[in-house]
């Protein structure tokens, strides 16, 4: 994994993790962009709404790494989507599957994303899952190095199709 560059004037004096809510959409959305994940042109906060209302229908859940900084100032800097999905394979065992990871630029490197692949290797364990399993765009290499040192093996192969217009990047 190379190594980032940090921000010299970016110093964090506390970190939490605790489940987002709809309020905090708009600071999720711009972590996307600023992480890269999406372009600002991708991220409507109506749309997202409308996917909070059928995330949480499904269960899914939004888990924040919230830091604060020098004099205080509290940032959403990293996030990730759990589900947990029931299965009728594998002894019925259910899976759980992360979506969205995200960490800002600047906290890149400081172990938010570490907390928070903790935090859903921990609820997925207490759902009694018998895996969690993510994917990744093939290009993200600095990625691919922090998952496998979080213990993640590649496993088989990944397949899509765009569908209703979309394109994959």
């Known amino acids: ?5 940090q921000d010299a004037s970016f110093a964090i004096t506390e970190t939490r ?13 711009g972590l996307f962009v600023a992480s890269g994940l999406d372009a600002a042109e991708d991220v409507p906060l109506d749309g997202a709404l409308q996917s909070w209302q059928a995330m949480q229908a499904l269960g899914a859940e939004l888990w924040l790494a919230e830091v604060a900084g020098q004099g205080g100032r509290v940032e959403v800097l990293g ?3 759990l589900y947990i999905l029931p299965l009728l394979a594998h002894r019925q065992a259910p899976e759980a599957l992360v979506e969205d990871v995200a960490v800002h630029p600047k906290a890149q ?15 997925a364990r207490a759902h009694g899952c018998y895996k969690l399993a993510l994917s990744s765009n093939a290009k993200r290499v600095d990625a691919h190095a922090f998952y496998e ?8 192969f990944s397949f899509v199709v765009p569908l209703a217009g979309g394109t994959l990047q």
Do not use: I, N, Y
């Open 149 to 156: 040192h979080l213990g993640f093996t590649r496993h088989g």
């Open 79 to 81: 996030c990730l989507t």
């Open 17 to 29: 993790l605790r489940p987002g809510t709809a309020a905090d959409l708009p600071a999720v959305l």
């Open 109 to 123: 490197g400081l172990g938010l994303g570490r907390l928070l692949m903790e935090q859903a290797m921990a609820v």
């Open 1 to 5: 994994m190379s190594e980032k560059k």
